[in-house]
């Protein structure tokens, strides 16, 4: 056999070696010993036929993720196909690169194709058939996909597609947040090992255990209940209503920044609004409304009024056929398109037919609106919170997120604190770029930060750490789940997701984390209709607001302390120390945090630090300190 490796690095076409002869000729097509030779993986153990009857059938793109993530071993048996892989491995440095092979019948050749390498094929004849050796048994719920047609990968097919499937057709453009749950990840849990899972598969754990939700959960779910139907998107005037009924909270300040701003690689994006759409069938019925649901509608799409039939409006169409029920939530900010979103049984009854098609929307110069608060504290430091305000009618993605930075700001604003606090209501990506593009003097002074996002669900607590993996904020959270008493996860920090991101990026490498409940794309209701005031909880949204003021417990009082008596232990008990604390907590416990406290508070050691050596709450040991320096034992040298 034949191998030689394509443009992207581990990808392989594979020819026949022959030996000819009159008889025609014998040659070799697979060898397990020559595949793992070439540090390939010869293990496969299934294979399939895909036969097609039309030339023009489009099949793609396609990849199933660990751990069942597959090698495929594909050739042509009948007729011709041509053949694309995509790499999606985060760091080859071929990452989103295509790459086209023409087998055929004649020419023999197969393609040997990596784990995470997306696959798709075009039949060249009538009649063709393909065939795959793989290296991992089928799991449906591990199966994705994205568009054929996506425009940022750009995939050149060499003739028009005259057959293609609806669920490959209503694919969503490719993001790395599609395949994110099988990614690498830290997992720790207070009790038990715990598994992330597929996002069509059930949430990590089923509904935790919260008390009934007090005032201020269901203050927080009403205010979601007022954003819920607002039209947003990363510009126009869906956020501007949006920050305006915040402003009824806190006093918060909208900055425009127009079109065409430059800020670091990108441009402010021309201003998108939209008044009506709809899709009116042949018997003059509406099929679609955008006053019914504004996730109806591709977000950013461009205008149109015109007719056209079936099989043309069906290339604008998405729908989910794994969750028929549901209606997607699909973008295109960066590519002008139009499109239509709706359940994949309002999909599948319509008929042949001329289809009337209407969106009254704006794609014009105006400008990108954001939300600030600034929160003056003691010191110039800063802790920062950050939250997207780009998503339509989506609960927890992100008005959750939204609605507890809100009342946090409402809580801090009423409180001394040492640290000042900056919140920002800002678009996904293109926001938090332009923050920072348009702020770099200030960044020197976040000290801390959070991504607020998924808060109002009701699985477990995750922490996605800073890229710094060790900060401060980082170490804060994961003592504060430690002792939650509750299952939780913590990730390392990965270069997808949420705003980190872009805090998070090595010009700049912020201690930003994100606390999230079931993290972006692991719920089945994640970017779909289903994420609705039903599945948020008042008792989520106010535990996750604890959750929080505990993390800013930590970080306003994590001081370093000095012992004024540090040769042997003090006797606590003539100070009135010892033995007898009241109502406080279980004399034991204080009497143990004191001795730690002591011993450690050598002038190089936080509190948190010796917290964590002790494997006591911080908040027992805060108490334990502040008892101390009242007796003249202990002083406060710095802040940490």
């Not at 019925?285 to 007719?307: A, E, G, R, W």
């Not at 729908?319 to 599948?348: K, M, V």
Request: net charge negative; charged share 20%; aromatic share 12%.
């Amino acid at each position: 056999m034949i191998f030689t490796e394509t443009d992207l690095q581990g990808a392989y076409t594979i020819e026949p070696e022959k030996l000819a002869d009159d008889r025609g000729f014998f040659a070799r097509t697979w060898c397990q010993q020559e595949f793992s030779d070439r540090g390939l993986d010869p293990n496969l153990v299934q294979a399939s036929v895909s036969f097609n009857h039309q030339q023009g059938t489009l099949r793609g793109m396609h990849l199933q993720l660990p751990p069942a993530a597959e090698v495929k071993l594909v050739r042509c048996t009948q007729g011709a196909i041509y053949d694309v892989i995509v790499d999606l491995r985060l760091n080859s440095p071929t990452y989103l690169q295509w790459t086209g092979i023409k087998l055929t019948a004649e020419n023999r050749t197969a393609l040997y194709i990596p784990q995470w390498f997306a696959h798709g094929f075009q039949t060249l004849e009538d009649n063709t058939e393909v065939f795959y050796q793989i290296s991992e048994f089928y799991k449906p719920d591990l199966a994705r996909g994205f568009r054929w047609n996506d425009p940022t990968i750009e995939i050149d097919w060499p003739i028009a597609v005259t057959v293609i499937s609806d669920r490959d057709r209503s694919y969503p453009d490719y993001t790395p947040e599609l395949f994110s749950n099988s990614l690498p990840l830290d997992i720790q849990s207070t009790s038990v090992v715990v598994d992330l899972v597929p996002v069509d598969s059930t949430p990590p754990t089923e509904s935790i255990e919260l008390p009934a939700p007090p005032q201020v959960g269901l203050e927080m779910y009403e205010l979601i209940s007022k954003l819920y139907p607002i039209c947003r998107s990363i510009t126009g005037d869906g956020v501007r209503k949006t920050l305006h009924i915040l402003q009824q909270f806190i006093p918060l300040e909208l900055h425009e920044v127009p079109t065409g701003t430059a800020v670091f690689d990108w441009t402010v994006p021309k201003e998108w609004n939209i008044n009506d759409a709809y899709i009116i069938d042949p018997q003059g019925q509406k099929v679609i409304d955008f006053h019914d649901s504004n996730l109806h509608v591709l977000n950013y799409s461009i205008p149109i009024d015109t007719k056209m039939p079936l099989s043309e409006l069906k290339e604008h169409l998405f729908s989910l056929p794994d969750r028929p029920d549901w209606i997607p939530y699909r973008t295109s900010y960066y590519q002008e398109n139009w499109g239509f979103c709706l359940r994949h049984h309002a999909l599948e009854q319509l008929q042949d037919g001329e289809y009337e098609v209407y969106i009254n929307s704006s794609l014009a110069p105006g400008s990108l609106t954001y939300g600030e608060y600034y929160v003056p504290g003691e010191t110039s430091d800063e802790i920062l919170f950050s939250c997207h305000t780009c998503h339509p009618s989506l609960c927890n993605d992100n008005l959750s997120g939204i609605g507890l930075a809100t009342f946090l700001a409402k809580q801090l604003e009423s409180k001394p604190h040492r640290y000042s606090y900056r919140f920002l209501f800002l678009p996904g990506t293109i926001g938090s770029i332009t923050w920072l593009s348009l702020n770099q003097h200030k960044v020197d002074r976040i000290e801390h930060g959070l991504v607020v996002a998924g808060v109002g669900d009701p699985g477990r607590l995750n922490y996605k750490k800073s890229r710094r993996g060790d900060a401060e904020i980082d170490r804060a959270v994961a003592h504060i789940l430690q002792h939650s008493g509750r299952e939780y996860a913590i990730e390392d920090f990965s270069p997808y997701g949420y705003d980190e991101r872009q805090y998070c990026s090595p010009g700049f490498n912020l201690p930003v984390g994100s606390l999230t409940r079931t993290p972006f794309n692991r719920y089945p209701e994640y970017h779909t209709s289903a994420d609705n005031l039903d599945f948020i909880q008042p008792t989520a949204l106010a535990d996750s607001l604890e959750q929080y003021l505990a993390v800013i417990d930590i970080l306003e009082n994590n001081y370093t302390y000095l012992n004024h008596n540090p040769h042997c232990e003090p006797q606590l008990g003539k100070r009135g120390l010892y033995g007898n604390f009241g109502g406080k907590k279980s004399t034991k416990t204080r009497e143990m945090a004191m001795l730690w406290v002591l011993n450690f508070a050598d002038g190089g050691n936080s509190l948190l630090e010796i917290a964590e050596r002790a494997n006591l709450p911080f908040s027992t040991l805060h108490e334990a300190a502040v008892d101390l320096v009242a007796s003249g034992l202990l002083s406060k040298i710095n802040q940490s």
